[in-house]
């Protein structure tokens, strides 16, 4: 049987991304674009010029695609877009180019939600097989859950106010690191030369459930920074930046062994510790949960860098399971800019109001 190839589109946020993905678990091609110059002087996103991008970029970018797998789209099968959550003009540009593209060829279309793009990374990458439990952390979101299959998502626990790729993208910003917050701050860890010297609170660390919450850190983190007072040194900056990570690890350890055991209470048979989104590539993160793993006695996958943060391969292969199980969409799907995981899942206790819910 010749597999089946499916074109990916990704353009939920800030990255325009093409990828062509086989139901083999073979990455034919996989282009990123990001726009980060576009919004570096704003100091974030700003919606209406990454919708703009995406529309200038993306016919371009599945070119590229399309030549670097050596394919046509006369071999394409299927295409899968991220229909939401995220930027809603972002989004239509993809969903729009998605749906011409299949009806132009007569193919099936899956409108694919970017967190289940990311949630199930892990089965294109290392072929994980379901349940597992699942971290899931990015720019707009900070959730546990057990993956018990293609669709099937249940909620363990969330943050009740800031995502945590939120939390490393303001802490730089206070540290004067710059944008995108995540990997600068990494960066800046790296050179710590006195790690232990600040000492941060440890939110939700010991209480019960698996809920999050990160804004009390980046608040005591804004403290230290008034009591040094003037320009912060180089050497104050990496400190600081080694602190909040190092806290942001112990806080998610701490979460994740709870998560652990109610996974394991869920399904005793076992399954593995997937990380999954942009915090994901945070090698001080992927450090820490490698050992709460290993000392639970539970396999540890992480997918490679480049997989966690966004890109369109992880959307092609989420189409990819969802035409396995004969699942398509409609060429009048309408864009969703909120889309939970687990529909059933409660707001956590102190979420005020929706939250910022743009990134994903
Ligand atoms: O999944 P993603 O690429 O975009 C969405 O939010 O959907 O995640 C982006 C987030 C940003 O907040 C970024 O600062 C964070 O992931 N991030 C990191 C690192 N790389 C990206 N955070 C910590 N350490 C990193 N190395
Ligand atoms: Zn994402």
Redesign the pocket.
């Known amino acids: 049987m010749t597999a089946m190839i499916v074109l990916g589109i990704e353009t939920?946020?800030?990255?325009t991304a093409a990828a062509i993905v086989t139901d083999a678990r073979e990455i034919r091609a996989d282009v990123v674009l990001s726009q980060l110059d576009d919004h570096t002087p704003y100091g974030g996103v700003v919606p209406e010029i990454a919708a703009r991008a995406h529309l200038e970029h993306l016919d371009g970018l599945i070119r590229r695609a399309l030549e670097e797998s050596g394919l046509g789209l006369g071999d394409i099968d299927a295409v899968a877009a991220t229909g939401g959550p995220?930027l809603i003009g972002g989004v239509i540009v993809g969903v729009m180019t998605a749906k011409a593209i299949a009806a132009a060829r007569g193919l099936p279309f899956v409108a694919v939600n970017?967190l289940e793009g990311?949630a199930l990374t892990a089965r294109l990458t290392d072929d994980v097989p379901f349940p597992y439990l699942l971290l899931l952390?990015?720019?707009?979101?900070c959730q546990l859950l057990v993956v018990e299959g293609v669709g099937r998502y249940r909620r363990l626990g969330t943050t009740i106010d800031d995502?945590?790729?939120?939390a490393?993208?303001k802490t730089?910003k206070l540290l004067g690191l710059g944008y995108?917050?995540?990997?600068?701050?990494?960066k800046a860890a790296a050179q710590a030369t006195n790690p232990g010297r600040f000492d941060l609170p440890r939110p939700m660390v010991g209480r019960p459930g698996c809920d999050f919450s990160f804004s009390g850190l980046k608040t005591a983190v804004r403290r230290h920074v008034e009591e040094l007072g003037g320009p912060l040194s180089v050497e104050d900056r990496a400190d600081l930046a080694a602190a909040f990570?190092n806290t942001v690890a112990e806080v998610m350890a701490d979460r994740c062994a709870r998560a652990m055991r109610q996974f394991k209470d869920l399904h005793p048979q076992g399954g593995a510790l997937v990380v999954?989104?942009?915090?994901?590539?945070?090698?001080?993160?992927r450090a820490r949960l490698q050992r709460l793993a290993d000392r639970e006695g539970m396999p540890f996958v992480a997918p490679p860098?480049r997989l966690?943060?966004?890109?369109a391969a992880m959307i092609a292969w989420a189409g990819i399971e969802r035409l396995r199980l004969g699942q398509t969409d409609p060429l009048d799907f309408a864009p969703r800019p909120r889309w939970p995981l687990d529909p059933t899942a409660k707001p956590a206790i102190g979420k005020a109001g929706v939250g910022s819910g743009v990134?994903?």
């Open positions: 939920s946020c800030d990255e995220g970017h990311h952390v990015s720019g707009g979101h995502a945590v790729g939120e490393f993208d730089a995108p917050g995540g990997p600068l701050l990494e990570q999954a989104g942009g915090v994901a590539a945070n090698k001080a993160l860098l966690c943060t966004d890109n990134k994903a």
